[in-house]
C-alpha cells in the first residue's frame, strides 16, 4: 500500500514537472501582455519535431539536439510574436483579438506539419537511454523521468534568477506591473516582449524534446498543453511559482484520483478542484493582482 | 466526362453480354446460361490495395469453378463495381448490380460503413450480401437489436476477439489472474473488453483489476501502478498500436513482468520500432496468420497468378466465395432468396476457418482466430483458436 503511495507520488511529480515546463511559457506571456497564449502548444510540437529530426536525420549528439530543439523554438516563437502579435499590438487591439490570432496560429503549425511530408503520424525518438528503470524497492524511478524533473528544475532556477538578479528581469518585472508606467521609465516594452518570447521558446523546446522522448511526437501534442494552461491557471496565472505549484498539483491530483478512485474520474475531479479554486480565489493559488485579465 | 462516358459504355457492353448471354430469352433472372455474382469494394482510393485484391481473388476463383463445369451446370459470371470507398457509392453500385445486371448474390465490400448503408437496398429486392472484413457488429444486426435479414460476413465481430483472447488466456497459457487495461472512449475497445471478462470469468479467472483511460492519453502510470499493485499474470490491452507502445513501455518500466494480450489493433511496423523489447512474448489474436501453413497455398497460387502479395481481405473474398457457391449448391438453385436460406445452413472450411453463418446475427459461429506470439521481435504464429 505504502510502496503504492510512493509509486504514484514519483508518477504524479513526472507527470507534473512536464506541466510545469509547459505552464511557465503561458505564465510568462500573460505577465506581460495579459493574454493566454495558445500558440505556445505548436511551438512545443514544432520544438518534440526539431528533436526528432536532429536525432534521428542529422544524428547529432543528444545534447546538440536538445539546444537545438531549444534555439529552433525560440526563433519560432519570436517569429510569430513579429508576424501575428506585434501588428495587433500596434494598434492597439483588444485582447480577445490575440487570444483568437493565438488560437488560429495553433491550428495553423498543427496543419502545417500535418500537410507537409512529415505527415498526420506519431514518430518515436530513438532510444537514448536505457529504458530499464532504477528500482528503489518495488518502486521504480524511470531514468527518463529524473532527467526530465532536473532539466525541468534546472531551467526553471535559471529563469527565475533571470527574473529576479538581471537587469533584464528587472525590466520584465517592471512592465509586468504596468507597460505605461514602465515605458515612461524607459523601459523599451518591444525589446521586453521579445526576450519574454525567446525564453517561453526556448523552454518550449525543452518541453517539447522531454515530451516526444518520455512519449511520442505527433502534431496533436499541442493538445496536451491544455492540461498545462489549466496548471498555469489553477497556480495563478501569471506568476511563475504559482505555474510550477499548479502543474505539480495538477499532476499528483491527476494520479492520485486514478491510482486510488478510478481513472475514469481523474479529469472529473481535476477540473472540479480547479473550479472549486477559481471560485473561492478567483486569481489561482498564487496570483495576485484583481484586474479583469483575459 | 471522363467517368460517364466509361459508365456509359460498361452498362452498353453488360447490355449487350447480356443479350448474346440469354439468347433472347427474356427472362434473364436465374434462367439464362450464367449465374451472376456481383462484387463491390475499393478499386480506387486509400483501400484499393484491399478491394483489388477482393475481386482478383473472386476472379480467379470463378475460373476456376467454370473450368470445373461451372455451377448447376451454369458457368458462372462475375461483375464488379467500385464503390471508391464511399458508402453512397456502394448503395448506387448495389442497385446497379441487382437492377440492370441481376445478380443472386454480391460478396463485398471490407469496410462497415458501407456494409452498413447497403442494407436497404438489399431489403428491397431480398438479395443476400456476404460482406468479406467488415467487423462492426452493426453491419449483420440493426440498432433494434433484429438481425438484417439478407446482411452476412464472414469475418468475426471484434468484441469476439475478447472472448478468444480470454479462452486461449485461461485454457492454453493457463493464466489466471487477468488485469485490463482499455480506452473507455472506444466502442472498439469497449466491446473487446466486455467479451473478455464473460468469457474470462465463466473459464475460471479472476479480474484483478481494470482501469481506463481515453483516446489521446500519453501516460498510463498511475492506472499502470494500481494494476501492478494487484499482481496480475496477464494484462489485456485492447487498443491500437500507439497506445499499445506507450502503455506496454511504461508498464515495462514500472517493473510490471505480466504477459500482454492484444488484438487486431497491434500488428504494425511502428509497435515494433517503438517497444519490441516490452511486448516481447506478448500474444496476438488476429483474424489470420500469413504464416499459418493452411493458407499458403491460396497465397502461392494468387502470387503465381497476379504477380502480388495477398492481402488479408483477400483470403476473407474467397471465404465469403466459397460460402456463397456452397449455398448455391445446397439451394440447387439460382434464386437470390433460397440462396439466402440455405447461407446459415451451409458449413464451409475456408481458408479463414470453419464457417457456419449463425440464424440470430449472421456472424460465423465459433470461428478460429490466429493466435500470434511475439518472439525477437517477429510474429510467430502459434495455432488457431475458436471458442464454441
Known amino acids: ?294 | 466526362m471522363k467517368k460517364n462516358v466509361l459508365l456509359i459504355v460498361s452498362v452498353l457492353l453488360i447490355f449487350a453480354m447480356m443479350l448474346t448471354a440469354c439468347g433472347g430469352s427474356g427472362t434473364p433472372k436465374a434462367s439464362g446460361d450464367t449465374i451472376k455474382i456481383g462484387w463491390i469494394g475499393s478499386l480506387t482510393g486509400d483501400q484499393a490495395v484491399w478491394g483489388t485484391c477482393e475481386s482478383n481473388t473472386v476472379k480467379m476463383l470463378i475460373e476456376e469453378v467454370n473450368a470445373k463445369g461451372g455451377l448447376l451446370g451454369k458457368q458462372v459470371e462475375g461483375i464488379y463495381y467500385d464503390t471508391k470507398g464511399d458508402a453512397a457509392e456502394a448503395v448506387n453500385a448495389v442497385k446497379r448490380l441487382i437492377t440492370q445486371d441481376d445478380v443472386v448474390a454480391i460478396i463485398g465490400p471490407n469496410a462497415s460503413g458501407q456494409a452498413i448503408s447497403i442494407s436497404a437496398v438489399l431489403e428491397q429486392y431480398k438479395v443476400p450480401d456476404i460482406a468479406t472484413v467488415a467487423t462492426n457488429p452493426k453491419v449483420t444486426v440493426g440498432d433494434d437489436g433484429k438481425v438484417k435479414p439478407y446482411n452476412f460476413r464472414v469475418c468475426f465481430i471484434d468484441p469476439y476477439q475478447g472472448a478468444v483472447a480470454a479462452g486461449y488466456a485461461c485454457d492454453k497459457l493457463g493464466l489466471k489472474n487477468a488485469a485490463i487495461l482499455y480506452d473507455v472512449a472506444s466502442d472498439y475497445s469497449q466491446g473487446f473488453t466486455e467479451f473478455f471478462e464473460k468469457t474470462f470469468i465463466e473459464k475460471g479467472g479472476k479480474i484483478v483489476a481494470k482501469e481506463g483511460f481515453k483516446e489521446g492519453d500519453v501516460d498510463f502510470r498511475p492506472q499502470l501502478s494500481k494494476i501492478k499493485d494487484a499482481k496480475p499474470d496477464l494484462i489485456l490491452m485492447p487498443y491500437y498500436y500507439k497506445e499499445v507502445a506507450l502503455s506496454a513501455n511504461q508498464a515495462r518500466d514500472l517493473g510490471i513482468n505480466a504477459t500482454l494480450i492484444g488484438g487486431d489493433g497491434w500488428p504494425s511496423e511502428q509497435l515494433m520500432e517503438m517497444a519490441a523489447k516490452s511486448i516481447e512474448g506478448s500474444y496476438v489474436v488476429n483474424h489470420l496468420d500469413f504464416n499459418d501453413p493452411e493458407v499458403k497455398p491460396l497465397q502461392e497460387a494468387y502470387r503465381a497468378k497476379y504477380n502480388l502479395p495477398m492481402e488479408l481481405n483477400g483470403y476473407m473474398a474467397h471465404d465469403a466465395f466459397k460460402l456463397l457457391e456452397a449455398a448455391i449448391i445446397d439451394a440447387s438453385s439460382a434464386d437470390p432468396e433460397k440462396i439466402t436460406e440455405s447461407l446459415t445452413k451451409v458449413t464451409v472450411e475456408g481458408v479463414t476457418g470453419t464457417i457456419k453463418l449463425s440464424e440470430e446475427d449472421h456472424n460465423p459461429v465459433g470461428k478460429q482466430a490466429a493466435i500470434v506470439k511475439i518472439e525477437n521481435a517477429d510474429y510467430i504464429f502459434q495455432e488457431k483458436y475458436g471458442l464454441q
Not at chain 1, 38 to 55: D, E, K, Q, T, W
Not at chain 1, 135 to 162: E, H, K, Q, T
Not at chain 1, 236 to 254: H, M, N
Open chain 1, 1 to 294: 500500500m505504502s510502496e503504492l503511495f510512493l509509486q504514484q507520488i514519483i508518477n504524479g511529480l513526472s507527470i507534473g514537472s512536464v506541466y510545469a515546463l509547459m505552464a511557465v511559457g503561458y505564465s510568462l506571456v500573460y505577465s506581460i501582455m495579459n493574454f493566454s497564449n495558445f500558440a505556445h502548444g505548436g511551438v512545443i510540437m514544432i520544438g518534440a519535431y526539431i528533436g526528432y529530426f536532429s536525432l534521428t536525420f542529422l544524428k547529432v549528439p543528444f545534447f546538440i539536439a536538445f539546444v537545438l530543439s531549444a534555439f529552433g523554438s525560440g526563433i519560432l516563437a519570436v517569429v510569430m510574436e513579429k508576424i501575428v502579435y506585434r501588428p495587433l499590438r500596434k494598434r492597439n487591439a483588444p485582447f480577445l483579438y490575440f487570444i483568437i490570432s493565438a488560437m488560429g496560429a495553433s491550428i495553423f503549425l498543427e496543419n502545417v506539419v500535418i500537410a507537409s511530408p512529415i505527415g498526420p503520424t506519431f514518430r518515436s525518438y530513438p532510444t537514448v537511454f536505457s529504458s530499464e528503470p532504477i528500482m528503489l524497492g518495488s518502486v521504480a524511478l524511470g531514468r527518463i523521468d529524473l532527467l526530465m524533473f532536473v532539466i525541468s528544475a534546472i531551467s526553471l532556477m535559471v529563469l527565475v534568477y533571470i527574473i529576479e538578479k538581471t537587469k533584464i528581469g528587472l525590466s520584465i518585472r517592471a512592465t509586468s506591473y504596468s507597460i505605461k508606467g514602465s515605458t515612461l521609465m524607459g523601459v523599451n516594452v518591444d525589446k521586453v516582449i521579445f526576450i519574454i518570447f525567446v525564453l517561453g521558446g526556448l523552454l518550449a523546446g525543452l518541453a517539447g524534446m522531454l515530451f516526444g522522448m518520455r512519449y511520442t511526437v505527433y502534431p496533436q501534442i499541442g493538445n496536451i498543453t491544455t492540461k498545462s494552461f489549466i496548471a498555469a491557471v489553477f497556480g495563478g496565472l501569471g506568476s511563475l511559482p504559482g505555474a510550477v505549484i499548479g502543474s505539480v498539483l495538477l499532476g499528483l491530483i491527476e494520479t492520485m484520483v486514478s491510482g486510488y478512485l478510478s481513472s475514469q474520474y481523474r479529469d472529473l475531479i481535476a477540473f472540479a478542484l480547479l473550479i472549486l479554486v477559481l471560485v473561492v480565489k478567483p486569481t489561482g493559488l498564487m496570483g495576485k493582482t484583481t484586474e479583469d485579465k483575459a
